[in-house]
Nanobody, 123 residues
Framework: QVQLVESGGGLVQAGGSLRLSCAAS????????MAWFRQAPGKEREYVAA????????HYPSSMRGRFIISRDNIKNTVNLQMNSLKPEDTAVYYCAVARTADAGPASSYDYWGQGTQVTVSA
């Protein structure tokens, strides 16, 4: 059974940093793209970052680029998200996801999702 377990969330002051990790179990995802999404209360799920199967290509929406860094370790079957210069508007539940494709795609291409980890940024 596939499981994705996120960790590293918490409370941080604006301008601070957090590093999220997601550990996958049940199968190896070394040939699958992985990504982070987030969802704030009352808002739709939002794409945060994605990385291709090899880790050689990362994608970010313009609002995240330069502040967030996604990385992966195919030996450990993990994906990480380094978040810097955090803002109160970054407050959300952050989810990791694994795609059925090797390269990053739309949210519909992600088959496996974690349960989420809460990130709260205080002003």
């Amino acid at each position: 059974q596939v499981q994705l377990v996120e960790s590293g969330g918490g409370l941080v002051q604006a301008g601070g940093s957090l590093r999220l990790s997601c550990a996958a179990s049940g199968r190896t995802f070394s040939r699958n793209a992985m990504a982070w999404f987030r969802q704030a209360p009352g808002k739709e799920r939002e794409y945060v970052a994605a990385i291709n199967w090899s880790g050689g290509a990362a994608h970010y929406p313009s609002s995240m680029r330069g502040r967030f860094i996604i990385s992966r370790d195919n030996i450990k079957n993990t994906v990480n998200l380094q978040m810097n210069s955090l803002k109160p508007e970054d407050t959300a539940v952050y989810y990791c996801a694994v795609a059925r494709t090797a390269d990053a795609g739309p949210a519909s291409s992600y088959d496996y999702w974690g349960q989420g980890t809460q990130v709260t940024v205080s002003a």
